[in-house]
């Protein structure tokens, strides 16, 4: 399929999990791929190689999103790589265990400004090249089923997951005159290295499939399928809501 042709996308957080499904997916369905991460390593590597094997072009940028320099110059460099971006997929981001009491400044700033801020101030410098350019835009921003669902011992995450639930709310409604779209993906368990420990602890992971209806975790690929779907113009009228990945576990109720 080449529904993403001649267009470009910006992956952020693209080296591995989730974030690297969605650029290999994108680039699939016949986009360019911008790939981001903290530093480039073999992995990045490994999909500029796969995705030019596509037919497809790629190229990495190294950039640590949580710090508004570093993002707002991110996305201007994603821009010059090949003269113009069309697609923003805002998928880093990190998450905390701790009790809430212990939580220090350090670790809130952590968590938020990676989920949130880092968001805020990207999706700004895409909306201003938008406008200056008269373009159009689409922004898929990687939420969590968290940001409906409680998760004690991650209260940062659930803030940042829930402030991006209004955030995407709040701007679908102020830049759908310009022609820009803005919605959130919610994935549910996936099968990434952000869920490593509840993967490799049998009783942890026993605990997490009882709540999911289809008694299983997702892939990567599940997820990226669902973006490339808000990304196309399939979904030319859709905007300001979230789309869950979940195997049915948000709004899972069972009688014992
Ligand atoms: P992951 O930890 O496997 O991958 C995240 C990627 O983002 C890594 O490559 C990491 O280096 C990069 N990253 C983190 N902070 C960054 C920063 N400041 N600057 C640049 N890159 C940064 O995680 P996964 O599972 O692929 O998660 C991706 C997104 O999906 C996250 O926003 C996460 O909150 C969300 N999500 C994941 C779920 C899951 O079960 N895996 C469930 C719900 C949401």
Redesign the pocket.
């Known amino acids: 399929m080449n529904r993403f042709e001649n267009k470009i996308a910006l992956v952020?957080?693209?080296?591995?999990?989730?974030?690297?499904?969605c650029a290999l997916r994108l680039a699939a369905d016949g986009a360019d791929i911008i790939l981001?991460?903290?530093k480039l390593d073999e992995?990045g590597e490994d999909l500029i190689k796969q995705i030019t094997a596509m037919g497809r072009r790629a190229h990495f940028l190294a950039?640590?999103?949580?710090?508004m320099h570093?993002?707002v110059n991110l996305v201007r460099d994603a821009i010059a790589v090949y003269g113009e971006l069309d697609i923003l997929v805002?998928?880093?981001?990190?998450?905390k265990n701790k009790d809430f009491w212990d939580v220090t400044e350090e670790e809130y700033d952590f968590v938020m400004?990676?989920?949130l801020k880092?968001i805020f101030f990207g999706i700004q410098t895409f909306v201003k090249y938008c406008m200056s350019n008269k373009r159009g835009g689409v922004i898929i921003n990687?939420?969590?089923?968290?940001e409906e669902i409680v998760f004690p011992h991650f209260a940062a995450?659930c803030a940042s997951?829930g402030g991006l639930k209004m955030l995407t709310r709040n701007l679908a409604t102020e830049l759908a005159h310009l022609n820009i779209r803005v919605n959130n993906?919610?994935?549910?368990?996936?099968?990434?290295?952000?869920?490593k420990k509840?993967m490799d602890t049998p009783e942890l992971l026993e605990n997490v499939l009882d709540n999911i209806p289809m008694k299983k975790?997702?892939k990567?690929e599940d997820?990226a399928a669902l973006v490339a779907f808000l990304a196309s113009d399939d979904a030319k009228y859709v905007t300001g809501s979230t789309y869950f990945v979940?195997g049915g576990l948000t709004y899972h109720y069972e009688e014992q």
């Open positions: 952020t957080g693209s080296s591995q999990g989730i974030g690297a499904a981001n991460g903290r992995r950039a640590d999103v949580s710090h570093n993002v805002n998928n880093a981001g990190v998450e400004d990676t989920n880092g990687m939420s969590s089923v968290h995450y997951k993906v919610a994935p549910g368990a996936i099968a990434t290295p952000i869920n509840l975790m997702g990567p997820v979940d």
